[in-house]
């Protein structure tokens, strides 16, 4: 039986990750392709107080998606003012991990897959902080940690990641002229050279604001990727635009998805400014994806 850390000396990446990627525990495919919802696209339905938990349930629910990207701050508690912040420490310290326990046990009720927590770690983290969030990930049963980060925070993650064996995938802007960020290829590729655990949660909206080519880097870097974000960007650091308005290759990319019979799960993050509501205009996003899959 191999340890974790052998695991991680023998190369993750090529013995794990594929298995990880074979589907959700309930997502039902659109013509073979896994359709899903970052959590942040209904950051506006989030309650003044307590975690999000049910009415994302019920924004899946009302949307018809049984697959997601939980973003951290709608799992936790919300605390607000000038503490805030270590109002949320002081909780994270003295909560017991059976509270993520109860809300992956929410997601299973109503049939939803938690694929990925997003949780972003950044240099006001303390070594605590980092090793509860992958504690956290791993009640909630998440087969991966999303996170936007920088490069000087994901060396810090290397031995969290090889001590729990959860992959961290590193998520992208468009800040292409900070080094520090995740922003182009060369910063994604210097990442995935730090541990055999770091993969990358490629948004190809951001990718294509820097001028980057998203269908293109994901065709060559595939096996890395743990899960993609759908957005649609203008070059050039342009605007996000209803689907379809923008320059983000999206008919591209899922047509790929579907072409190559990819298991990468493929989620619809809502930024532009809708007119519908976060259910409506994701909503919209699907019926647009979808509209692509099925001709």
Not at 155 to 179: C, I, T, W
Not at 216 to 222: E, G, I, K, Y
Not at 236 to 263: E, M
């Amino acid at each position: 039986m191999l340890t974790r850390r052998d695991f991680t000396r023998a190369g993750v990446a090529g013995l794990v990750w594929p298995a990880l990627g074979a589907g959700g525990l309930f997502a039902a495919p659109v013509a073979g392709v896994r359709l899903g919802v970052q959590t942040y696209s209904f950051r506006e339905l989030r309650p003044p107080t307590g975690d999000s938990i049910d009415v994302l349930i019920a924004a899946m629910a009302a949307c018809g998606l049984d697959e997601c990207e939980l973003w951290s701050p709608q799992a936790e508690p919300r605390f607000t003012g000038a503490g805030a912040r270590a109002d949320l420490r002081r909780w994270r310290q003295a909560t017991p991990l059976s509270y993520f326990t109860a809300v992956r046990r929410k997601f299973e009720a109503a049939r939803i897959t938690v694929f990925a927590y997003n949780h972003s770690f950044n240099d006001t983290f303390t070594d605590e902080e980092i090793d509860h969030g992958f504690l956290a990930a791993r009640e909630l049963g998440a087969k991966a940690i999303t996170a936007s980060t920088t490069l000087s925070v994901a060396r810090r993650l290397v031995p969290f990641a090889e001590k729990h064996g959860l992959p961290v995938a590193m998520h992208n802007h468009s800040q292409v002229n900070d080094p520090n960020e995740f922003a182009t290829p060369l910063s994604f590729t210097t990442a995935l050279g730090m541990s055999p655990l770091f993969m990358i949660n490629l948004d190809i909206g951001h990718f294509t604001a820097g001028n980057h080519d998203a269908l293109a880097f994901l065709q060559q870097h595939h096996a890395r990727v743990t899960c993609l974000h759908l957005k649609d960007r203008r070059k050039n650091q342009g605007a996000n635009t209803p689907w379809g308005q923008g320059d983000t290759p999206i008919r591209d990319v899922l047509l790929w998805l579907k072409q190559s019979r990819s298991t990468i799960p493929a989620y619809i993050e809502y930024e532009y400014k809708g007119e519908q509501g976060a259910v409506g205009e994701v909503k919209a996003c699907l019926d647009y994806a979808t509209r692509i899959l099925q001709a």
